[in-house]
């Protein structure tokens, strides 16, 4: 595209409009930015011209700098001959005129100019920290000025996208007008009244709310701690308040050239590559192969949920969350009426939390209403069954279903393991039947994992997708096979934590390794807290199917004792009453020590990296026979799938790229070397041996067939 088609300036009397033209969200992609420095010379240089307005065409302002652009050898343009460096320098004033998204380079770009006006619901923000660089356009320094630093840290080291109505507040905004407004045309008339005004108001210049920070430069490290448990292992958040401390300490060019260094030490790193892998592949997931755009996609306004229990209820929460209303059902009158409360208490831990309003609370719980029966949620759009996780329970609901449903309602079953076809063929409809599978807690975790049966049609496919968006979720396709893709995925790790508690390994031994790696939590804390019965299930089903499994004596002799995680008061550790801290068990200790020693297992020590890599090296080599038979389309939906349902940490990008870090031939060798030594387990996958063959990343790693 030339400079000409990016960036144009058309004249509305003597009001000269900058448009800025590349679709679909206006990224500063190549030559926006120096299209937009010719049309602010141009505007100045034409003597009919007393202002101008700057906007972006179609359906937002400016979405950021190109996210595409780093890490390549893309040229940028140097310090002082930006966009944002020569705005404000404009002899003419220039309006920033700003519906969608100002993110990133739009919200610098339109701090750069002089005034603002925006739609009231559009959105500004600063969330270059979240692909892991610092707002390098000057942001660092503008924002602190106009709504102070305080303000400017909360937002630049969170990210958040802040409606226009709230932005107005702090200052960043100088006018908000309704969303039905045409945005040219308020920016027009704003212009108009500002036009002979001087002198110039420029963000730079304007230094009474740095104050703040002078009287009381313990901001930043209050902000620092504040962050160090969410920040761990990351650079980024750090130096965007470095930078804004530069703002608060340093001349305004100054502080410029400190945020350019402090974007610099971030731009390439291993950081900010992980986190813009993340950011696309997220994009990726969405993309169905081999499914037509035109696929219609089925109206859904409300939904139903049957099963009333943890799962349900969070089902339930995730719709109401998004303004959708959604009737709930259950077996028993006393299981929904314990339902309902659950739902209650959840919301009001928020309120008292401070994450949620009571108005808030109230407007949610009243779009959650509780049903009796089949009959009430009959002409319900959609409905997902959350109940207990077994075919034979399972499966007279979906025949109710069919039977009562309308006509085009989708039929959704929240398992995460049940063959879907089997659940589907006792429908007259199972081109209407698709896996929902949510993770706990439902309205809380942002996957959704699709499961496509062998009939489900690819409208409902395209439709649960969509659906999936309308309520928050990151959604997912996996095919159909026991545990789909992301428990499946994950099995192999669940395992191999027990294997090494066989070995010598200690609960929260392995629970520091992979924290110190970057997850919230350790995956025998995490286990106490989901609850080691529903794995226990699990394995006892796989054990009856199958003669050759591999039990876990620890595991299944902990779940035999009682001990079923946190709501028993004892799991892998011990539970104080009311108190969720877990505390290390002597009993649990020599358990493990008994049950190895009967097994004849001999017992070493490990390194941290041999803890970690034998947990994710376990369920990769899994990943990759999950792409070879297609259960997977693409092995960066795995990373999104293993970042948002199993917290793994973003800025590793996720499980294949992580190892992509490590190199794909060094971790087939490892785990061809644990096949010899461990057996069949490790038995790594022919699609991983292939990979390693022709040095493919994993990352970038495609089911056969799959373009
Ligand atoms: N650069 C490159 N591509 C971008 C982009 C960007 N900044 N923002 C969005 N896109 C692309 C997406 O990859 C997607 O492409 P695809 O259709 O080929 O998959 C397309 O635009 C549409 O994006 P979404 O699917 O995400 O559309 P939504 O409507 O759901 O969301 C959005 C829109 C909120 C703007 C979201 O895209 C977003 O958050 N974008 C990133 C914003 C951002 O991080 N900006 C800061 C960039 S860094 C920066 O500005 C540095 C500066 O300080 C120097």
Redesign the pocket.
């Known amino acids: 595209m030339s400079e000409a088609a990016v960036v144009r300036l058309e004249k509305r009397g003597d009001i000269g409009v900058i448009i800025v033209d590349y679709p679909?969200?206006n990224?500063?992609?190549p030559g926006v930015a120096e299209g937009i420095i010719a049309c602010l010379q141009e505007g100045n240089a034409d003597p009919a011209i007393k202002a101008m307005v700057m906007v972006g065409a179609g359906r937002?302002f400016i979405?950021?700098?190109?996210?595409?652009g780093f890490g390549t050898a893309r040229k940028r343009l140097p310090l002082g001959e930006r966009p944002y460096d020569l705005l404000d320098r404009s002899a003419k004033p220039v309006v920033a005129a700003i519906h969608g998204?100002a993110?990133?380079?739009?919200l610098?770009t339109a701090m750069g100019c002089h005034y603002r006006v925006a739609t009231k619901s559009a959105k500004l923000g600063l969330?270059?920290v979240?692909?892991g660089?610092l707002?390098?356009?000057g942001?660092t320094q503008r924002l602190p000025r106009l709504a102070g630093p305080k303000r400017a840290l909360e937002m630049i080291t969170s990210g958040r996208h802040v409606p226009a109505s709230e932005a107005i507040n702090y200052g960043i905004v100088d006018r908000v007008v309704d969303d039905s407004a045409d945005i040219v045309d308020a920016g027009i008339a704003f212009a108009r009244e500002i036009a002979d005004k001087r002198p110039l108001p420029r963000v730079r210049d304007n230094e009474t709310k740095l104050q703040e920070a002078r009287d009381n430069p313990g901001i930043f490290d209050d902000i620092r701690k504040s962050i160090a448990r969410r920040a761990r292992n990351q650079k980024a958040p750090y130096n965007c308040i470095a930078a804004v401390e530069a703002a608060c300490t340093l001349p305004f060019d100054q502080g410029m050239a400190r945020e350019q260094e402090l974007f610099e030490e971030l731009v390439n790193a291993d950081e900010a590559k992980a986190l813009r892998y993340a950011?696309?592949a997220e994009?990726?997931v969405a993309k169905i192969p081999g499914l037509s755009k035109d696929v219609p996609i089925r109206e859904f306004k409300n939904a139903a949920v049957v099963g009333a229990g943890t799962m349900g209820g969070g089902i339930a929460m995730s719709f109401a969350d998004f303004g959708f209303p959604v009737k709930i059902m259950d077996a028993t009158a006393e299981g929904l009426a314990k339902g309902m409360q659950r739902i209650r208490d959840n919301y009001a831990t928020s309120v008292k939390r401070g994450s949620l309003a009571q108005d808030e609370m109230d407007r949610r719980l009243a779009r959650i209403e509780p049903v009796a029966g089949y009959d009430d949620i009959a002409q319900q759009d959609v409905v997902i069954e959350a109940v207990f996780e077994q075919m034979d329970v399972k499966k007279p609901i979906f025949v109710k279903l069919d039977e009562v449903m309308k006509p085009g309602a989708l039929l959704l079953s929240n398992t995460s393991a049940l063959d879907i076809d089997e659940i589907a063929s006792v429908t007259k409809r199972p081109q209407d039947v698709a896996g929902a599978h949510f993770f706990s807690p439902a309205n809380v975790m942002k996957l959704l994992e699709v499961v496509r049966g062998s009939k489900t049609a690819p409208d409902t496919l395209a439709s649960v997708m969509q659906l999936g968006k309308k309520i928050g979720k990151i959604s997912a396709v996996a095919g159909n096979c026991d545990g789909f893709l992301a428990n499946r995925s994950r099995a192999p790790f669940n395992s191999e934590m027990v294997i090494l508690l066989e070995e010598g390994c200690l609960p929260a031994q392995v629970d520091k390794v992979m924290v110190d790696f970057g997850y919230p939590m350790g995956p025998f804390a995490v286990g106490d807290l989901a609850g080691l019965d529903v794995g226990y299930a699990g394995r006892k089903r796989r054990a009856d199917a199958n003669p050759n499994y591999r039990r876990l004596p620890i595991a299944d002799k902990l779940v035999e004792m009682g001990r079923y995680g946190q709501k028993t008061g004892a799991g892998w550790y011990k539970y104080e009453k009311g108190d969720r801290t877990p505390h290390t068990d002597p009993e649990v200790t020599a358990l493990i020590k008994q049950i190895s020693a009967e097994m004849g297992v001999p017992q070493r020590e490990f390194t941290d990296q041999e803890i970690l890599r034998r947990l994710l090296f376990s369920s990769l080599n899994e990943a990759c026979k999950i792409l070879e038979e297609g259960i997977a389309y693409r092995g960066s939906d795995i990373d999104v799938m293993w970042l948002h349902g199993f917290g793994f940490p973003r800025y590793r990008g996720g499980l294949m790229f992580w190892a992509d870090g490590i190199g794909v031939r060094d971790v087939y060798n490892q785990i061809a070397a644990w096949h010899q030594q461990y057996g069949e387990r490790w038995a790594p996958s022919p699609f991983l041996r292939q990979l390693a063959e022709n040095g493919t990343k994993l990352s970038a790693a495609k089911a056969p067939g799959i373009a």
């Open positions: 679909p969200v990224a500063l992609g937002s979405a950021g700098a190109d996210i595409r998204f993110l990133g380079g739009g610098e969330p270059e979240l692909i660089i707002p390098g356009g942001g950011f696309f994009r990726e």
